[in-house]
């Protein structure tokens, strides 16, 4: 019998015996241990399919654009011209990017892997009629499972015995109440997962109760194995815009390159030809010459600086909660114009809270959220009731809501990736979270669940039953064992339809109709406003002599109403408003009632005036113009999320989707940016999301946005330094590549000077630079370019600004306009040739003049763009950069170092490592430097002009 055959059986519908023969088992004795080395062989261990991601595609390829034009040039260098000192520089970095690039993505896969290994689970299963506790992944088919509250399931299974057993569901199913489990055979002939009472599903929690249960499904034949089995079906589509940019830059500078080269090359040999100097060294000399001229035009930095930008990214984010397993998406989450957020646990805690109630004819406020039992209860008027707890009444009422209650309140330790810590001790709900909500009540009326429980001795229980929607307790004062005390709760208009009397103040009346009216007129108002309402009667009985539970729960004492609601998380309505003045739209996604989650999202300011609450169901007929007016979509399954992100993307909008679930999965594989839950989520979820919320708040994603947004921002610095630059200089150097009898540098080490200082250290300085103030305050740029139109623009004048001031100094220079001085021609501070012709002379100062206004321009470049919406006086005064100005400094410091002691630096270097090391410059007087400022000035100042113009017409870079 193949696996295969066996799961596609509806076994919802097959009798238990029927099954007990399919799987060769005993449901009293389980498998048989001589028989499991068989078994395993036969099913394989019970293991998800791995989620694949292609760490080619979300970074690799990228790299390599830029790296396969890199290494062709660096071959050619080495195995034909014979020069491989001209390439170390470039060579070692093309490797280091890679290895860091490929490390950090191997370094977080692992680390995700580490965990699940430190998390796994284990199943309390039967064999050969010996109760075991093995791992889940040793779980067979055939096996027999036990399965007590808070149990993880740990696979498919078909129930055998139940006891009072909910199980929730919601990871799979998005259903927000634990679904209640029976032994039937169903007859349905294609029942959903949500119909399949007889059903355990791998990944779902037993909520209440215990059960017994025959497994037929593990790893890829169970529901949640269809899920990751569809994941690798689609293969990698995430598509990060950060990719398919800088794919499209390689490619063109590449083909630049390329043009580039060939027009060098064939120039360079008709020439030689020309001059009748067509052979071997002349040809290698052009070769080599032609060749780092054309790699100018390629920024063979800017991937290792990406990275490093990248990476700095993930540390930050790390600080802050979020745990990032895709290099590439932080830069999506940065570009999102569309946060589509869970609300239970994100948005809110997930810890509902008694927020009001209703007792003694009054309604009674209650401070404080969460399971924390920190809190007060105010009157009408906002006055601490600190007296109420002397009522007999509200005593009662407290009483019933600890007593009537199976709920627990316990501590426990939760692994976060947070600045100050690495762990939090975190008050957790074992059982319902109402039930919960009821005992934090009690302690905040100062009346202690402990002291309660230990008064009373507990008699019977009617659980909670779905029709009924009540539950019940009997329980028996143990200083008065004549009197029984039948505590009831449950939905309201079943209670006051059951309760005759009511009791105010330690006065019991008679309950009429109008009076019940009344009540239920409050319920439905507090119902209506989002809250979950639930009603506490009680009475007094001599005896249990009856065995109908009807007749314990009827002729009830009504007491109170209270009012639950699950609270939003500390600071949420700041970070939505953040998200919001950067033109991000937030939307809420929530399994609960629509009423419920207006309600939420009115006090988060999410829904406003004129938007729309739209259930699941609706979604898919929904016309776009009424789906973008969309803030909340209530009543939502898993499988809805992929709709909403869909149309969100079809509109050419960048997406993050958050989600815990199983069934979440497809939907955070497909938007841009895949938010996984850390403390909620399931391990499908965080294995196929792009990052990791640690604290699942959503102020850590607010956070993340605003992290990813300054990182495009020192990105997009970056490849704006790289372009303008190289842009510039390529066109000054390829020019006078065609000017006969000039040589724009005296040796190739000059070129290497300006290649390996200048295109390093003020590109370092925007790696290292601060986030951009108010990058919270700019639109969202979607699928935007790296470079928009507007910054082309910018680019190109600049560039051209830029290249006149260095063209005009050097022309000036060799036209003795800016004649020679005798601080050029001092033979002891400057570096040349006395015997040297005059032309010479002129040439070797032209050539110190505008390297030197080179550095200059490039050095104080940078602070012109780095924040190019602001004036540079005003991106100086409000975001001053320290690290900015040191590296400035020391670029520049660096050449006049090397302007003063250029003859000590050639000797020592030649000595030390054996080149034929030569840069050779003259020394610049103070009207020198002065005339290298003037010139470098246009590029400066006009781009200034240009950057006021612009914040004129409200035009945005």
Not at 417 to 446: F, H, I, W, Y
Not at 538 to 548: G, Q, R, W
Not at 896 to 917: K, R
Request: aromatic share 10%; with cysteine.
């Amino acid at each position: 019998m193949q696996y295969a055959e066996i799961s596609e059986d509806k076994f919802y519908k097959w009798e238990i015996n029927e099954l007990k023969d399919k799987f060769e088992t005993d449901l009293t004795q389980g498998l048989k241990l001589s028989n499991l080395n068989t078994l395993y062989e036969k099913y394989g261990y019970n293991e998800l399919p791995k989620v694949k991601k292609s760490l080619w595609k979300i970074y690799l390829a990228p790299i390599f654009n830029f790296l396969i034009v890199i290494l062709i040039v660096s071959g050619i260098l080495v195995l034909i011209l014979g020069s491989p000192s001209s390439t170390y520089i470039t060579f070692t970095v093309v490797i280091l990017n890679s290895v860091t690039v490929i490390i950090q993505q191997y370094r977080a896969r692992k680390a995700l892997e580490s965990l699940q290994r430190i998390a796994a689970l284990k199943a309390n299963v039967i064999r050969d009629g010996i109760q075991f506790e093995i791992p889940t992944q040793e779980v067979l088919p055939g096996d027999i499972i036990l399965v007590d509250q808070g149990d993880k399931i740990p696979a498919d299974a078909r129930l055998i015995e139940v006891i009072n057993l909910t199980v929730e569901e919601a990871s799979l199913t998005g259903e927000s109440e634990p679904v209640d489990k029976e032994v039937v055979t169903l007859e349905i002939s294609d029942a959903p997962v949500q119909k399949q009472k007889n059903m355990l599903f791998m990944g779902t929690y037993a909520h209440t109760g215990r059960a017994k249960a025959l497994v037929i499904g593990t790893g890829a034949h169970t529901e949640i194995g269809k899920i990751s089995t569809q994941l690798n079906e689609m293969g990698s589509i995430e598509d990060i815009p950060l990719t398919r940019k800088l794919n499209r830059l390689g490619y063109i500078l590449g083909l630049i390159v390329i043009i580039n080269l060939c027009v060098l090359i064939s120039y360079k040999l008709i020439l030689l030809a020309i001059q009748n100097q067509f052979f071997g060294t002349f040809i290698s000399e052009a070769l080599v010459s032609s060749i780092l001229r054309s790699m100018n035009v390629m920024p063979i930095n800017l991937p290792i600086l990406t990275t490093l930008v990248l990476i700095t990214g993930v540390l930050n984010m790390a600080k802050n909660g979020v745990i990032v397993k895709n290099l590439a998406a932080i830069e999506s989450l940065g570009r999102v114009s569309i946060i589509c957020s869970d609300k239970t646990g994100t948005i809110t805690r997930n810890e509902m809270t008694v927020e009001y109630f209703w007792i003694n004819n009054h309604e009674y406020s209650v401070t404080g959220s969460g399971y924390e039992g920190e809190g007060l209860i105010l009157d009408e008027n906002g006055v601490s009731e600190s007296e109420l707890k002397s009522n007999t009444t509200f005593q009662k009422f407290i009483d019933s809501c600890v007593l009537n209650n199976n709920a627990q309140l316990i501590y426990e330790d939760v692994r976060v990736k947070l600045k100050d810590t690495n762990q939090v001790a975190v008050r957790k709900a074992l059982g319902s979270p109402t039930e919960s909500a009821l005992l934090v009540l009690a302690e905040k009326a100062e009346l202690l669940p402990y002291d309660i429980k230990a008064k009373y001795e507990k008699k019977q229980e009617f659980p909670f039953d779905s029709e009924l929607k009540r539950m019940t307790t009997i329980c028996q004062v143990k200083k008065e064992p004549n009197d029984f005390y039948i505590f009831t709760k449950g939905a309201p208009e079943r209670i006051l339809n059951n309760s005759s009397k009511i009791e105010i103040n330690g006065n019991t009346k008679s309950f009429d109709s109008n009076f019940k009216q009344e009540i239920s007129t409050q319920i439905q108002d507090r119902a209506n406003m989002g809250y979950r309402t639930l009603a506490i009667a009680y009475k007094i009985n001599d005896s249990l002599e009856s065995k109908n539970r009807d007749d314990y729960e009827t002729d009830l004492i009504f007491l109170s109403f209270v009012s639950i609601l699950d609270p939003p998380r500390n600071g949420v309505k700041f970070s939505v408003k953040e998200c919001q003045e950067g033109g991000i739209k937030v939307i809420m996604i929530t399994g609960d009632h629509p009423a419920t989650a207006k309600t939420i999202a009115e006090q988060m300011n999410i829904y406003k005036p004129g938007d729309l609450v739209i259930e699941g169901n609706n979604i898919a007929s929904l016309p776009m113009d009424e789906f973008n007016r969309v803030s909340v979509f209530a009543r939502v399954n898993p499988s809805d999320k992929e709709i909403i992100v869909r149309n969100y993307q079809k509109q050419d909008k960048i997406c993050a989707m958050t989600g815990d679930g199983i069934n979440d999965a497809l939907a955070l594989k497909l938007a841009n940016a895949g938010i996984a839950m850390g403390i909620t989520g399931t391990d499908v979820a965080k294995e196929t999301a792009d990052m990791v919320i640690s604290d699942d708040n959503f102020t850590s994603i607010e956070k993340g946005v605003r992290i990813g947004r300054g990182l495009f921002s020192k990105i997009r610095n970056i490849i704006y330094f790289f372009i303008c630059i190289n842009i510039m200089e390529a066109i000054i150097f390829f020019t006078y590549e065609f000017i006969p009898d000039f040589n724009l540098f005296s040796s190739e080490w000059q070129h290497i000077y300006i290649f390996a200082i200048l295109h390093s250290f003020p590109s370092l300085a925007l790696v290292i630079d601060k986030h951009p103030l108010d990058v919270m305050k700019e639109p969202p740029r979607d699928e935007e370019q790296l470079l928009n139109k507007n910054m082309w623009i910018l680019l190109i004048f600049q560039a051209l600004l830029m290249g006149i001031g260095l063209v005009l100094i050097l022309e000036f220079s060799l036209a003795e306009i800016i004649p020679m001085n005798e601080w050029n021609l001092n033979p002891i501070l400057s570096y040349f040739d006395p015997l040297a012709p005059h032309p010479e002379l002129v040439e070797q100062k032209a050539r110190t003049m505008f390297i030197t206004t080179i550095y200059i321009v490039e050095t104080t470049f940078i602070w012109t763009f780095r924040r190019p919406n602001k004036s540079l006086v005003k991106s100086v005064r409000e975001e001053f950069s320290r690290s900015l100005l040191l590296i400035s400094v020391f670029t520049l410091g660096l050449h006049i170092l090397f302007i003063m002691f250029s003859y000590q630096v050639n000797f020592y270097v030649n000595e030390v490592f054996g080149l034929n090391f030569q840069i050779n410059f003259m020394f610049l007087s103070i009207t020198d430097w002065l005339l290298c400022i003037l010139f470098a000035l246009p590029g400066i100042l006009g781009i200034e002009i240009i950057k006021k113009v612009a914040r004129n017409k409200k035009i945005i870079f």
